[in-house]
């Protein structure tokens, strides 16, 4: 089936610094790649929605210069949180659609990224 | 809003069937209905799909009333790796577009 893949799993870093997660689709096209976040014991938070080769469409509240998103090829997009905070600290989750074959009616889920600002 | 509502937990036995409902009362005509469940620390996972008949698939079946406000996912057999936060979701077209998550009901399967 398809797979997501995100790295890292986890990241700690200190406040201020830049932290770059990665999103790959790894057996398939990725045509739209979806960002979200998750506080605990909370619901997902759509943050942004991207297709290959053209800019990240984000939701409402959320900075796109705080988060940079870049979806450069059909199989990877990047997340990067910039001058990073505690209150960014959050559970980072990836999507991925896809037009092909009969999957395209499905999301599928990278595992997170765990990110703890110090 | 395109947001659903659903308990926010339920609890189940072991090996008995468990009927997950979902309201989502504003829904257009072109909205499918997703459901994902989601594991501690993971990832959600596709569970099943539809926007007006009944489906079935080797996980789960998913009743849709007939004014399709709302929804029921129905395990068949829990087992203990069911339990998990369901969620029911309104998708604005039939390519995982535009995915609002609800808050979701957690599930627990009693052994």
């Known amino acids: 089936g398809a797979v997501v893949s995100q790295h890292p799993s986890r990241v700690i870093c200190k406040s201020g610094t830049s932290v770059k997660i990665e999103c790959r689709s790894l057996d398939f096209q990725a045509t739209t790649m979806f960002w979200y976040r998750q506080f605990p014991k909370k619901s997902l938070m759509l943050m942004a929605t991207?297709?290959?080769?053209?800019?990240?469409?984000?939701e409402q509240g959320v900075e796109k210069d705080k988060f940079l998103i870049n979806h450069a090829s059909l199989t990877l997009s990047t997340l990067t949180v910039t001058s990073a905070h505690p209150e960014d600290s959050s559970f980072y989750i990836c999507s991925a659609s896809s037009s092909e074959a009969v999957s395209y009616n499905e999301q599928f889920f990278g595992p997170g990224t765990r990110l703890t600002v110090l | 809003d395109a947001k659903t509502t659903q308990p926010n937990s339920m609890e189940s036995n072991e090996e008995e069937p468990v009927h997950l409902p979902c309201n989502h009362s504003?829904?257009?005509?072109?909205?499918?209905i997703h459901w994902y469940r989601q594991l501690p620390s993971q990832g959600p996972e596709y569970v099943i799909h539809g926007l007006t008949s009944n489906v079935n698939n080797r996980m789960a079946s998913l009743a849709i009333a007939e004014d399709r406000k709302s929804s029921t996912l129905i395990l068949h057999r829990a087992t203990l790796r069911d339990a998990a936060v369901y969620y029911c979701?309104?998708?604005?077209?039939?390519?995982?577009?535009?995915?609002?998550f609800g808050p979701g009901t957690r599930l627990s399967v009693l052994p």
């Open positions: 979701i309104r998708a604005r077209d039939n390519y995982g577009q535009n995915f609002v």
């Open positions: 991207s297709n290959e080769g053209s800019k990240a469409t984000y």
């Open positions: 504003t829904i257009s005509g072109t909205d499918y």
